[in-house]
């Protein structure tokens, strides 16, 4: 305990006793009176023991959250150890996420991270998770959610079944193709299209569903049907050729990619770094949407 907390737990602990007079309680203790004087800005005063208590209790949540300050001062020194246990969705995962991995623990040897990758929003306190990566909309809840990119959305097709079935030119046209759904979309099999004339949606069903990006990127390059997508899963074979953007004046409405952890008031030490790590790695525009 330092000198500060040393001094107002004897304050506390003499008030308990009767009341508090600085010359009476003080008196054959020189040293402590001048701790308390210091404490209250030098000035003799006589308070009740309640009056004691209550400043004994404001003060120490000051030193306490001194103690915590010093703390993260002395944190920010340190590098971060231990093992990060990370929530991601499975696609967006295993694209994006791990290969970010490798240069992190490089950076940070003394970390090990543990990954689940799942489509499903577990509970991060229930789990024992340190931080969770989140695509779409976010409820309600007391975790701190920091932003990390945009996910724009694309309707695509394979060139072979656009050379098949026809390309759509207006939105309404998708009504006649075979369109790969997904519960992913928050509006289901009802697609909304975005465009210089305002915003139109368009119901759609095929032969496939599923709720995995990489299965239906899958299913499009085979050239079963068209899908709409994320950028961050398709860019390549856009870039490629092998995926043809559908209706390029209509997109989609965007969504967006977070961090999100636990609402503790100090940030672990190992989540900061990761977080920040993975900001740097997707850049302020992302880098999967580079050139398209």
């Known amino acids: 305990m330092n000198d500060r907390a040393t001094a107002l737990h004897r ?21 402590q009176l001048a701790e308390f004087g210091l404490a209250l800005g030098g000035g003799r005063i006589q308070l009740g023991e309640h009056l004691v208590e209550a400043y004994y209790r404001h003060c120490a949540r000051i030193l ?32 994006h996420v791990a290969p970010a991995v490798p240069a992190f623990l490089q950076r940070y ?16 306190v229930d789990e024992g998770l340190d931080l969770a990566i989140r695509i779409g909309v ?31 030119r207006e939105p ?8 790969l759904c997904t519960s992913l979309l928050p509006w289901g099999d009802a697609w909304r299209l975005a465009g210089k004339r305002g915003e139109v949606r368009v119901a759609v069903g095929g032969s496939v569903r599923s709720n995995n990006a990489a299965m239906l990127r899958a299913a499009a390059l085979d050239g079963i049907g068209i899908a709409v997508l994320p950028t961050w899963a398709v860019a390549e074979p856009l870039r490629a050729g092998a995926l043809r953007r559908v209706l390029a004046a ?43």
């Open 11 to 31: 304050v506390r602990d003499h008030s308990r006793g009767r009341r508090l007079d600085g010359d009476a309680v003080f008196a054959g203790d020189g040293h």
């Open 64 to 95: 306490a959250e001194a103690e915590a300050a010093e703390q993260v001062a002395s944190a920010l020194q340190r590098e971060p150890r231990g093992t990060l246990r990370i929530s991601a969705p499975d696609s967006f995962g295993w694209m």
């Open 109 to 124: 040897p003394d970390l090990s991270v543990d990954i689940a990758l799942s489509p499903a929003h577990v509970n991060l």
């Open 138 to 168: 976010l409820e309600d809840s007391p975790l701190v959610v920091r932003k990390l990119a945009p996910s724009r959305l694309v309707v695509c097709a394979a060139p072979a079944y656009l050379d098949e079935r026809g390309t759509p």
């Open 172 to 179: 309404g046209d998708l009504a006649k193709h075979n369109c």
């Open 250 to 292: 209509w997109e989609p409405p965007a969504s967006t990619i977070y961090a999100v952890y636990p609402g503790n008031r100090l940030m672990s030490m190992k989540v900061r770094a990761f977080v920040d790590h993975l900001a740097r790695c997707f850049g302020r525009t992302p880098y999967w949407d580079a050139g398209l």
